[in-house]
């Protein structure tokens, strides 16, 4: 059995030399990483929470940078902003959203738990229960604008994350349960997945025509925008998950958002251009009234026509 305490194990060390702390996790970074994403911090008081009290004090700068880890995920919150810009540009300015999803993917630093960004679905969700908990773990957050009573200047982390204390832990981890508790519902925890809801004006998905889906969402779009004629009502009703997470990157109701979810549909790359379909396609929604709900997606189009176009233009016959 080991004699060791926990007190034996060092939380913090000095800072010598060039070395500096990483923003996000606060352990010392020296080597190639050191003075790529240098960023100086701005201290303007200091919180003093026996007394109730913030002391403004004199500015002064603080330098941090990232670590390889952090400097991975960054590049991964970077990449998930551009795969699904459409989406993302509604969030805010391209540095914006990178900011907050570094502060999410903080959160796998600080549970051990990977956090899934393949979907605008995974970001808007990632983002709604894990973003507060993300940003509050930050090593940076620790001194600017206020430094805490506890953070001292001039010491790191001995192990990533070691600053952040239980309570805060806990919130990163019930936001997390929370997050992977909404994915168990939106992949499917039902042996049958559910038709729309009861009071939906269309039993069907409005864009492709599927009577099932694991996720409802509620949807008001015009019959001109689903491909149909010119009306003066607009078309209320629900869109499955595929079109929801497809309306999510394209950002509105057309051709573009439909053909793009026909095409994956139809199991073809998204890399494949939407202008592959010719055709004006037209969603379930703009169908006439009473036209039953389609057991597979978009099987009220000609899609074995749509394939075979789809195979000319790629010289396959």
């Known amino acids: 059995m080991s004699t060791t305490s926990p007190a034996a194990v060092p939380v913090a060390v000095q800072l010598k030399g060039s070395l500096l702390p990483c923003g996000i996790c606060g352990v010392s970074v020296s080597g190639p990483h050191l003075q790529r994403d240098v960023t100086e911090l701005t201290i303007s008081a200091v919180d003093h929470p026996r007394l109730g009290v913030r002391e403004l004090t004199p500015q002064r700068s603080l330098a941090v940078t ?19 810009g459409a989406f993302a540009s509604r969030l805010g300015s391209r540095s914006f959203v990178v900011d907050r999803l570094e502060a999410v993917l903080a959160v796998e630093g600080v549970t051990g738990t990977a956090v899934g960004l393949s979907s605008p679905r995974d970001l808007s969700a990632a983002l ?7 940003a509050a773990a930050l090593w940076s957050t620790r001194f600017a604008p206020v430094q ?24 990163a981890r019930d936001g997390l349960a929370a997050l992977l508790r909404s994915r168990l519902l939106r992949t499917g925890s039902v042996t049958i997945p559910a038709g729309p809801p009861a009071d939906s ?5 409005l864009l ?22 010119p009306s003066a009502e607009p078309i209320e009703g629900d869109i499955c998950s595929v079109g929801s997470d497809v309306l999510a990157d394209v950002g509105f109701v057309g051709q573009k958002a439909m053909k793009r979810a ?9 890399s494949f251009a939407t202008d592959a379909v010719e055709k004006t396609i037209r969603g379930w929604g703009s169908m006439p009234d009473g036209t039953p709900a ?24």
Do not use: K, M, Y
Not at 201 to 205: E, F, L, S, V, Y
């Open 66 to 84: 990232r670590c390889a880890p952090r400097r991975r995920r960054l590049e991964r919150a970077r990449a998930a902003v551009d795969a699904f």
């Open 128 to 134: 709604e229960r894990l973003n507060v908990a993300g």
């Open 148 to 171: 805490a009573s506890d953070a001292r200047v001039g010491v790191a982390n001995a192990v990533p994350f070691a600053h952040v204390g239980d309570d805060l832990r806990q919130a």
């Open 201 to 205: 004006a269309r039993r069907g998905c």
């Open 208 to 229: 492709c025509g599927i009577e099932r889906s694991d996720v409802w969402e509620a949807l008001t779009a015009s019959t001109r925008s689903l491909g149909g004629r």
């Open 262 to 270: 026909l095409l994956s549909a139809l199991g073809v790359a998204h």
């Open 294 to 317: 389609n057991r597979s997606p978009w099987a009220h189009l000609d899609l074995e026509a749509i394939r075979r176009d789809l195979r000319e233009i790629a010289g396959v016959r």
